[in-house]
């Protein structure tokens, strides 16, 4: 079984619309959690960094943890052309030397 | 320059020939990182040097040699690649080694022919 599970999509919205992006994991001692956007020819760019369960919003992006579930969560409100990327989540224990890396999802939002 | 930069952006090389990545980071951090990342998979950890020191090897082939001279500097070292071994290479930095949010730079698109 895969550290973490992340739907490569690609997935195709309208302009506006809310997008949600979501990855599951495997290993209960996760307890740090990043997204990164990665446009087309760049690098990862962070997103979201957040510890343990809960909430944490930023503009229109909002991380959403749930330990629970080992399921974890980005949206994307009022999506507009220029969040068409890939968006890979990550993850980490608190012993953990290295973060796991979803395979990404890849997002258009059409104008 | 800010940020983490990577040179050269594109790289063609025979599998018989010799070349090295370069990544410098210009943010005062002391953990460095490389990364593959190939299509369809999830990004690859292949080294972490902190403060100058190899702290991490995922049982990467020996054809890829990482050297870090300084907190600012890294790279990697390249000889007799496969085909298999075309992918980006990424470098990442983060203030400290342990979950510490990393960033990266745009990584070098290599082709082996």
């Known amino acids: 079984q895969k550290e973490v599970e992340q739907d490569p999509g690609p997935l195709s919205v309208p302009e506006g619309a809310i997008v949600s992006l979501n990855c599951t994991y495997s290993?209960?001692?996760?307890?740090?959690f990043m997204w990164y956007r990665q446009y087309s020819r760049k690098g990862p760019e962070l997103l979201m960094y957040?510890?343990?369960?809960g909430n944490k919003e930023d503009g229109r992006f909002t991380a959403q943890v749930d330990k629970s579930s080992k399921y974890i969560s980005l949206f994307i409100r009022d999506s507009q052309p220029s969040d068409s990327a890939t968006y890979l989540c990550?993850?980490?224990?608190?012993?953990?030397?290295?973060?796991?890396f979803g395979t990404g999802t890849s997002l258009t939002v059409i104008p | 320059e800010t940020g983490v930069t990577q040179t050269p952006r594109h790289l063609v090389m025979g599998m018989t020939n010799k070349k090295s990545l370069k990544c410098e980071q210009h943010?005062?951090?002391?953990?460095m990182y490389w990364y593959k990342q190939s299509a369809k998979k999830p990004l690859e950890l292949m080294f972490v040097?902190?403060?100058?020191?190899?702290?991490e090897n995922n049982s990467v082939p020996s054809r890829f040699s990482p050297e870090c001279p300084n907190s600012s500097h890294l790279f990697l070292h390249l000889h007799t690649l496969q085909p298999e071994d075309s992918a980006l290479y990424l470098c990442?930095?983060?203030?400290?080694?342990?979950?510490?949010?990393?960033?990266f730079g745009d990584g070098t698109r290599l082709s082996i022919l």
């Open positions: 990442a930095s983060s203030p400290g080694q342990l979950n510490q949010p990393q960033h």
């Open positions: 290993n209960s001692a996760f307890q740090y």
């Open positions: 957040t510890y343990s369960s």
């Open positions: 990550a993850m980490s224990s608190n012993t953990g030397n290295q973060f796991y």
């Open positions: 943010l005062g951090h002391n953990a």
């Open positions: 040097y902190s403060l100058e020191e190899r702290v």
